[in-house]
């Protein structure tokens, strides 16, 4: 695989940021209810297009998606936008967002129990809200643990792909099928975000594996992301990524050549047999979305990308 060329870090990939951006949009949600925070690649209409790719009638049954009973993780959902407009489009399935910062997961969840409030009509409800968020931006009020003694309609927890195991994710509480994987997965500008962090994997672990004292090239955290997502997609299922950073090519480089996650072999074989016979679980293209097209100097092209890919067994 030929890696592509890293981005420059900036503050767009530190914690701090997205912290401080999210502390300053529940402020602002607190004195107008009706501001839900930035919506990412709106100026590309990202959200309208994603629902219609998945939604085609001829598509839908070649991804394998039912709005009945299709699952979607959202990796890095910061306010939720895009599993509360798959909800408003008709999709019933579980839902969970996740987000590294806990700031974005406490944005999520008061837009949530907002909708819900709202949805079921509750007498007084507005001012009770009103109030319970201006307590809660001046640190007056504790927020009760999620799903504690109501119903939520989509789930969110605060979860590192990078820097934690995918288990808590693959759990019944958030759906019964989770167990095995997500139907769908979703990334909408969170592996941006990703590329653009200074964090480097530590190396020095597989140095001493080869016995070497050599010390590799230090490689980006975004390099571990592809396998990071894997194990949270069921077999078959699919990663639906949208990125302003990457082109089409040069997702497909990270994901489809890039992303792997080892199957254990379930019989005995002699090392050769198993050298040659390897199985791993892979990403492959089965879709892209189109969006407005631009040229300069003869080269076509579109301000953002989006592709999916499917979760298929692969041999080396």
């Known amino acids: 695989m030929v890696t592509p060329a890293h981005l420059e870090p900036s503050k767009l990939g530190t914690k701090e940021y997205w912290d401080a951006l999210y502390t300053t949009e529940i402020a602002n949600h ?12 709106d100026d590309s209409d990202a959200e309208a297009k994603l629902l219609e790719f998945l939604e085609d009638p001829e598509r839908a049954g070649e991804l394998g998606v039912d709005a009945a009973t299709t699952s979607f993780l959202d990796l890095g959902t910061g306010n939720g936008a895009l599993l509360f407009a798959l909800r408003d489009a008709g999709w019933e399935g579980p839902m969970l967002g996740v987000d590294y910062s ?10 949530e129990k907002a909708r819900r409030k709202e949805g079921g009509g509750d007498e007084g409800s507005s001012k009770d809200e009103a109030e319970d ?20 309609d989509v789930h969110f927890a605060e979860h590192d792909i990078l820097h934690s195991p995918a288990t808590p994710l693959l759990d019944a509480r958030f759906s019964p099928s989770a167990v095995d994987g997500w139907d769908v997965v979703l ?12 964090e480097t994997l530590d190396n020095t672990a597989a ?42 090519a040069e997702l497909r480089s990270w ?11 379930s019989a005995p074989t002699s090392s050769s047999e198993n050298q040659a016979q390897r199985a791993f ?36």
């Open 30 to 41: 607190a004195h107008d209810p009706a501001d839900t925070g930035t919506a990412w690649f």
């Open 102 to 111: 806990a700031q974005s997961v406490r944005f999520a969840r008061r837009i």
């Open 255 to 265: 994901f489809e050549e890039g992303a792997a996650q080892e199957i254990p072999s």
């Open 133 to 152: 968020q201006d307590k809660e931006v001046e640190g007056e009020a504790n927020e009760e643990p999620e799903g504690e003694g109501e119903e939520v």
């Open 187 to 198: 990334d909408k500008g969170t592996f941006d975000a990703i590329s653009l962090s200074a």
């Open 207 to 248: 140095a001493a594996a080869n016995g070497t004292n050599d010390q590799p090239r230090p490689r980006r955290i975004n390099e571990a992301y592809g396998a990071r997502v894997l194990p949270l997609v069921r077999e078959g299922g699919l990663f639906l990524i949208t990125s302003c950073n990457w082109t089409e």
């Open 281 to 316: 679980w892979g990403f492959e293209v089965v879709g892209r979305v189109e969006y407005r097209s631009f040229s300069f100097g003869g080269v076509k092209g579109q301000t953002i990308s989006s592709l999916c890919f499917r979760k298929v067994q692969k041999r080396s």
